[in-house]
């Protein structure tokens, strides 16, 4: 299994609701990350897990709340979004070896109403 | 020093020609310089990749040129075609497992048959 799989693929909430992204990988890697990706831009990075640990918090609001509860799954929940949340979220890992790159999933195409 | 400059915005290129994309970074402690590949509503999915301890790196119909010196690299697409119409990013990061993608601003190729 060589793909990082993420869903919903797309998701409309209200801003008053809770939802959660989902992201999973059993490639064996062991850092996992948010990107968020707003249309005609370069993906931007939110959050990295590694081993399981967040190691860095990109300065994103608290109404986004990342877990990691095991090395395979990573979750990003949500709450109380705004409409300029509105945008493509990324999940990627990456194996802590020096040959390895960065695997990107699909994507979840958010839409905040 | 953490930024990664990329140009052109956008290029058109007739069915069968070459497309040449460029980059320019500042960290010298940038170690891995990877090119994503991205279709509307897709994730970003890995091309090609370089270290900096070679000069040039070949897969197929993509080849990246890697100046150290100048700290530059570039892409070129050969005989491109419709298909390789897409979004293009270039990037820098450091092996260690948690350091992020430093992203380009991204070029829109259009292949024209």
């Known amino acids: 299994d060589t793909e ?7 998701l409309v909430m209200g801003m008053t609701n809770k939802k ?19 249309a005609k831009k370069p993906p931007e ?19 986004f709340s990342p877990e990691c509860p095991n090395s395979s799954l990573l979750n990003l929940h949500l709450h109380a979004l705004q409409p300029e949340d509105s945008a493509l979220y990324l ?10 790159g960065y695997t990107f999933g699909s994507g979840t195409r958010l839409t905040v109403v | ?8 915005q956008s290029l058109i290129v007739q069915k069968g020609g070459i497309s040449i994309i460029n980059c320019a970074y500042e960290n010298t402690a940038f170690d891995y310089f990877p090119w994503y590949q991205q279709f509307p509503g897709k994730g970003p999915a890995l091309l090609i990749a370089i270290r900096p301890d070679v000069s040039e790196k070949k897969e197929g119909r993509f080849t990246i040129s890697f100046n150290k010196s100048a700290k530059q690299f570039s892409l070129h697409i050969m005989d491109s075609q419709p298909g390789d119409s897409a979004t293009y990013f270039c990037a820098a990061s450091r092996m260690d497992s948690s350091y992020k993608l430093i992203f380009g601003s991204g070029t829109r190729l259009l292949v024209r048959p």
């Open chain 1, 20 to 38: 959660s992204l989902k992201c999973e990988q059993h490639m064996g890697h062991r850092a996992m990350y948010w990107y968020k990706q707003k």
């Open chain 1, 45 to 63: 990075l939110m959050f990295v897990y590694s081993y399981e640990k967040l190691s860095i918090n990109e300065s994103v609001p608290s109404r």
């Open chain 1, 91 to 100: 999940c990627a890992s990456r194996l802590t070896d020096r040959e390895y």
């Open chain 1, 4 to 10: 990082v799989t993420q869903t919903p693929k797309h």
């Open chain 2, 1 to 8: 020093q953490q930024q990664v400059k990329q140009s052109p």
